[in-house]
């Protein structure tokens, strides 16, 4: 079991390949690629590339990711400081962009993808 106020491992990995599996559906993914997507980034620390949904927001080049129940999360601090590559499947068509973390007073967090770097 995780620490306090996350889910168990297996329990998000179970939820995450459900989730992308109805992202790709004939029947529902055409709605939920309008709310979701999936974003492509390398570990700081172990090199390995992952893959996640998250719900998202775009504005022209930015895109806006609010990251639910962040302490029970960790892919959103591989963008803390200056930030970092990230790959995000915007219809259906896989973008680069560059992703910065911020933290506000509230203990909320956002990252923000600029698809213009």
Sequence with gaps: MGHRGSFPSG???TLNARVMA?????RWG??????????????????RTFSTPVSYRQTGDAVV?????PDAKQWWRNFLDAGGPISLNLDGVD??????ARRDDRGRVTVTVDLTR
């Design 95 to 100: 973008r680069a962009g560059h992703a910065v």
């Design 65 to 69: 990711i609010r990251v639910a129940m």
């Design 30 to 47: 055409r709605f939920l690629r309008r709310h979701l997507t999936v974003i492509t980034y390398t570990g700081r620390r172990s090199g």
């Design 22 to 26: 109805l992202r790709s559906s004939p």
């Design 11 to 13: 329990f998000a990995r």
